[in-house]
């Protein structure tokens, strides 16, 4: 049985710092918008990156708005937020609620202070096997030989650049589409945030298997790019 086209979406909402209940407002915008059966969003996108953040249980009342939005339009959605552990982790957000899917492999020093590491992890969306990933993971070519041993069709990451950095998203996805023939979609926080992160680079994107850049965004928050894949 051949599988249905996958649409996926990366967002890269605004962010107000530790404020759970107006970025999952702003995470339902964005998923209404996208129109697609995926949306991924940037690390620790529901709080900032503020390593102080308190984790965020996956039956939290302020998720509300996101899982009404993946009702509404069949989303699954991929949202950055310190969980349980602690761990940098990624929530998966649908019709029926939220569940921790992941947690962030390779902490930079500063992280390791406040959270702990993850395990690689897949999860299935209709027939399509996606890798996970954050941030520091995508920068270590060992983190996706992992993950694509587990079978992948696809790698996405949300991450945390320094407007300097845009130019790593696509350099890193070309390398992981190289080694492993996957396709990759890496949502880029934009607009300031913690650690730091005065200005952030945006300019999400998505790649294909053969690393062309087939969709992408500004630096600008609140923008979104889309694409289609076809087994």
């Not at 990366?10 to 962010?15: L, Y």
């Not at 702990?116 to 030989?145: F, K, N, S, Y």
């Not at 407007?163 to 390398?175: K, V, W």
């Amino acid at each position: 049985m051949v599988a249905q086209p996958l649409s996926i979406a990366v967002a890269q909402p605004r962010c107000a710092a530790h404020d759970v209940a107006a970025n999952a407002v702003a995470h339902a915008e964005a998923v209404r918008a996208a129109a697609a059966r995926v949306v991924v969003f940037p690390e620790m996108s529901l709080t900032g990156y503020e390593l102080d953040a308190t984790p965020v249980a996956p039956d939290d009342d302020r998720l509300a708005p996101i899982v009404a939005a993946c009702a509404e339009t069949g989303t699954l959605a991929l949202v950055g937020a310190p969980v349980a552990g602690p761990r940098i982790g990624i929530l998966a957000l649908d019709a029926e609620g939220a569940r921790v899917v992941y947690g962030k492999v390779h902490l930079h020093r500063s992280e390791a202070i406040h959270f702990v590491p993850g395990e690689p992890a897949v999860i299935d969306v209709d027939e399509w096997r996606l890798g996970l990933a954050v941030c520091r993971d995508t920068g270590l070519p060992e983190h996706a030989a992992k993950t694509a041993a587990l079978g992948i069709d696809g790698y996405v990451a949300g991450v945390v650049h320094a407007d300097h950095e845009a130019g790593l998203h696509g350099e890193r996805a070309r390398r992981v589409a190289a080694d492993h023939g996957v396709w990759v979609a890496t949502a880029a926080f934009a607009g300031p945030t913690g650690g730091g992160f005065d200005r952030t680079s945006g300019r999400s994107g998505i790649w294909s298997a053969d690393g062309e850049l087939l969709a992408g965004t500004s630096a600008a928050p609140d923008e979104i790019a889309r694409a289609v894949f076809v087994k």
